[in-house]
């Protein structure tokens, strides 16, 4: 059973940092490219960032200007997003997803259940 746990959502005050967390089991995770998507309310779902297999490759959403970092520990089989510099505009519930290296919703197979980032003044 393929499962995929985020954790590390919360409150924050703009300007500030948060790293969000995502635990995948039942899959082989190495082969396994992983994605970071957000959604806002009365919003689709859109693109944050994404990294290879390796860790050797990533690719961000336009938004983020050099605010976020997308890393993986491929013996822990977790994803993380870094989020720095924090807007009103980032708050959303952030999902983690697996599947193909891209920026597109579609080519992600697997998903978490969602973890809730809020940023206040």
């Known amino acids: 059973q393929v499962q995929l746990v985020e954790s590390g959502g919360g409150l924050v005050q703009a300007g500030g940092s948060l790293r969000v967390a995502c635990a995948v089991s039942?899959?082989?995770?190495?082969?396994?490219?992983m994605g970071w998507f957000r959604q806002a309310p009365g919003k689709d779902r859109e693109f944050v960032a994404g990294i290879y297999g390796s860790g050797g490759r990533t690719r961000y959403g336009d938004f983020v200007k050099g605010r976020f970092t997308i890393s993986r520990d491929n013996v822990k089989n977790t994803v993380y997003l870094q989020m720095n510099s924090l807007t009103l505009e980032d708050t959303a519930v952030y999902y983690c997803?697996?599947?193909?290296?891209?920026?597109?919703?579609?080519?992600?197979?697997?998903w978490g259940q969602g973890t809730q980032v809020t940023v206040s003044t």
């Open positions: 997803a697996a599947g193909f290296y891209s920026g597109q919703k579609e080519n992600y197979n697997y």
């Open positions: 039942g899959r082989n995770f190495y082969y396994d490219a």
